[in-house]
T-cell receptor
Framework: LAKTTQPISMDSYEGQEVNITCSHN???????ITWYQQFPSQGPRFIIQ???TKVTNEVASLFIPADRKSSTLSLPRVSLSDTAVYYC???????????????FGRGTQLTVWP | GAVVSQHPSRVICKSGTSVKIECRSL??????MFWYRQFPKQSLMLMAT?????????EQGVEKDKFLINHASLTLSTLTVTSAHPEDSSFYIC??????????FGPGTRLTVL
């Protein structure tokens, strides 16, 4: 199972773009990359998921280089409410088995200041 | 779409009693559900993988006789903490795997054992 490495914490100011990079050097061919956001005493909230290149949705963008050994979550124009822990995870695409298990690392505590 | 609910959201019980937590996927069918535990200031720890109609697969170090998991239907999985003790006090979170392979998490259940 691919292990991920992220910065423990990051600080930003309101209105700025925030980029959180995650390393996953041992990512396997079937692994996809998923980012979650978690507020205290809540379950993680799905942000974005991708396999390669770039994925964009209404809240974030995910950049994945060709070697897929890292990925970058980009949050445009953050606000105070974006203060949370962000987790990067890799998981298997094999839907037919239990290999879709996700193992959470420590995540990145993002603090947005006014 | 992709909403997962948990019940109860908070439970307080006496030591030695059993507590059942329900996890439901409200608008999609989930052949696989997962149970996690999270202690304060720590990351989520995967406890077990629950597949509809079959026995759960437990992670190393998780006592299967203490944490009983039943996945009776494509939308419901239950976790029963048997003979709960104060050290079982934690935040229990479930997730359900959608057809898109994405895991969607429930809001969590805060268990306090007195």
């Amino acid at each position: 199972l691919a292990k991920t490495t992220q910065p423990i914490s990051m600080d930003s100011y309101e209105g700025q773009e925030v980029n959180i990079t995650c390393s996953h050097n041992n990512i396997a061919t079937n692994d996809y990359i998923t980012w979650y956001q978690q507020f205290p005493s809540q379950g993680p909230r799905f942000i974005i998921q991708g396999y390669k290149t770039k994925v964009t949705n209404e809240v974030a963008s995910l950049f994945i280089p060709a070697d897929r050994k890292s990925s970058t979550l980009s949050l445009p124009r953050v606000s105070l409410s974006d203060t949370a822990v962000y987790y990067c995870l890799v998981g298997d695409l094999d839907r037919g088995s239990t290999l879709g298990r996700l193992y959470f690392g420590r995540g990145t505590q993002l603090t947005v200041w006014p | 779409g992709a909403v997962v609910s948990q019940h109860p959201s908070r439970v307080i019980c006496k030591s030695g009693t059993s507590v059942k937590i329900e996890c439901r996927s409200l608008d999609f069918q989930a052949t696989t559900m997962f149970w996690y535990r999270q202690f304060p200031k720590q990351s989520l720890m995967l406890m077990a993988t629950s597949n509809e109609g079959s026995k759960a697969t437990y992670e190393q170090g998780v006592e299967k006789d203490k944490f009983l998991i039943n996945h009776a239907s494509l939308t419901l999985s239950t976790l029963t903490v048997t003979s709960a003790h104060p050290e079982d006090s934690s935040f229990y979170i479930c997730s359900a795997r959608a057809q898109t392979d994405t895991q969607y998490f429930g809001p969590g259940t805060r268990l306090t054992v007195l």
